[in-house]
Each structure stands twice: as structure tokens, then as C-alpha cells.
């Protein structure tokens, strides 16, 4: 499935299509114009160029949490929803899936255990892709910055999958085929309430739904949504990784979240609070 993957991508330097080599020191993409990327030990891409990225890369630390309790299966029913609202649209030959912002990989793991598909996983945290691509071996991981053209052919994906991450809609919009999906994954207000504060943990905005229609208008229309709530039991490490795992953890400090994580209990009962919007592309993508 990577090389079946491979027929998806750009060169992001040139914009030429990529061909997958093998070898014994490992795999190359390159392109016609001479451009080459090298895997690297754990499998993934690094499609990184130009001048660097704005946003600030999830840290080791941050990944580490974020796979540690994504392990214990806490978000499980999330992307078990998140892959039965892509089923539809990866109904086709050869459907595709790009998970931008791809993190640890869970969310797409989950999604191909279901679903059958190439996929391309695509994250700015080199840490992450580490985990990703042992996660998902036959998916195509990229680094890569979802504000940067895409290094995807226009209408070569059917779902593009967005949980937690930013959203570039002229980008996804170009990459998704007639009839394709955009699946975003938002909290909603209370999500993690019990913690959030105590935890340094950052606060939904009371708009996030509208704004995040705003942020798509002139490239995709609303489908549908849907709701889900989880109420999690969990034990004093986890809330530590979930504090850690999130934007807050770029600003947390250890020796703080430390502290904390010995003050509570056995057991804290948390309610996660999603909302998962499926939106689908207003016109073909222009040549």
C-alpha cells in the first residue's frame, strides 16, 4: 500500500510526481527534476523546505504523553466515529485518505483497521512521525506544514481526516476529489472541564463552531455533524499525559505538572467532549 500511496504525492519542490525506490539502506522518493528524499530510520519522509514553519512542532515529551494515552484506548470510540463517517466516501477504487496533523498515527490506524485505503499521514513534529510510521507502516508519513502547499496531486484523496489540528482549506480542498470528505474533530465547551484548570490546560472558545465554519467558507459546505461524549475514569499519569499532550504543552512546566500529578487521587473522573463536522468540497478543484 506505500507505493500504491506514492502515486498521490508531489514534489514539493518542483511539483512533480514522486517515485518510490527501495533499497537495502532504504527507501527514496524522487521526481524527474532530480529531487530526493530519503526515509529516514523509522520510515517516514521529511518534504520540509523553504523557509521554516510558524508553528511550533510538538516536542518529544508531547508525544511521548500523547502516545502513552491514546494506547490505553481512552479516545478509542473517537476515531472508531471518526472512520465510520470516512466509510462513505472510501467506498471507491483504490479510495485514499490523508490524516493531516496525524500526530502518534492512533486516529488513522483506527480508521484503516476499518476501512481498507492508502493513506498519507502528514505532521510538522518529526517526534510524531517516528511513532506514526511505526503505527501505520503502509501509510506514506510525511513531515511536513499543513500551511505550505500540500505535497499531494490535485484530486488524489477522498477523505482528508483532521482531528485537533490546523485546517488550510484551499489546500484540502484542491487534494479531495469530487464527492470526497473533510472530517474535523473539535472539542466542545466542557470538554475536560474537571481538569483543565488545575492542569494549565487551555479553554475552548465559545465560538469554535463558527469559527471554524469561517474558516472554510469559499471552499467547502457543511454535511452534517455529530456529538460524542465520553466519561473517562482515569488514573493520575493519564491526566498528566492528557495535560501534556495538548497545545498546553508547550508551556506547562514539568516540575508544576509533577507536583500536581502526586496530588490526585486514584482514580479522576473526566468528561471528553467532541464534536466531529464532515464537510464536503463546494467546487472541482481548478487545473
Excluded at 249 to 258: K, R
Aim: some cysteine.
Amino acid at each position: 500500500m506505500l507505493s500504491d500511496a506514492v502515486r498521490s504525492l508531489l514534489c514539493p519542490v518542483c511539483r512533480n510526481s514522486l517515485t518510490l525506490f527501495a533499497a537495502p539502506g532504504g527507501s527514496r522518493l524522487t521526481c524527474p527534476e532530480g529531487h530526493s528524499f530519503d526515509a529516514a530510520r523509522q520510515g517516514y519522509f521529511n518534504m520540509l523546505v523553504g523557509k521554516g514553519t510558524v508553528f511550533e512542532a510538538d516536542t518529544a515529551a508531547m508525544v511521548a504523553a500523547r502516545f502513552d494515552f491514546l494506547s490505553k484506548g481512552h479516545y478509542r470510540p473517537l476515531a472508531e466515529a471518526v472512520a465510520e463517517l470516512a466509510r462513505p466516501a472510501l467506498r471507491g477504487p483504490q479510495p485514499t485518505v490523508l490524516d493531516a496533523g496525524t500526530g502518534t498515527g492512533h486516529y488513522l490506524h483506527a480508521l484503516l483497521a476499518a476501512v481498507p485505503a492508502r493513506a498519507i499521514g502528514l505532521d510538522i513534529s518529526k517526534f510524531a512521525l517516528r511513532r506514526a510510521a511505526r503505527m501505520n507502516p503502509d501509510a506514506v508519513n510525511l513531515v511536513g506544514d499543513v500551511w505550505q502547499p500540500l505535497p499531494v496531486a490535485d484530486a488524489a484523496v477522498d477523505v482528508v481526516t483532521v482531528v485537533f489540528a490546523p485546517r488550510n482549506a484551499a489546500e484540502f480542498a484542491r487534494v479531495l476529489r469530487p464527492g470526497g470528505r473533510l472530517i474535523v474533530v473539535t472539542p466542545r465547551p466542557g470538554h475536560l472541564a474537571e481538569i483543565a484548570d488545575q492542569a494549565g490546560m487551555l479553554g475552548i472558545e465559545p465560538a469554535k463552531e463558527e469559527r471554524l465554519a469561517s474558516s472554510l467558507e469559499g471552499h467547502f459546505a457543511a454535511h452534517s455533524s455529530r456529538e460524542l461524549d465520553l466519561e473517562l475514569g482515569l488514573g493520575p499519569d493519564d491526566v498528566g499525559h492528557l495535560a501534556l499532550m495538548g497545545p498546553a504543552g508547550h508551556h506547562l512546566e514539568p516540575a508544576a505538572l509533577e507536583a500536581l500529578v502526586g496530588t490526585l487521587p486514584p482514580v479522576t473522573k473526566v468528561s471528553a467532549r467532541f464534536r466531529m463536522s464532515v464537510f464536503v468540497p463546494l467546487r472541482q478543484p481548478s487545473a
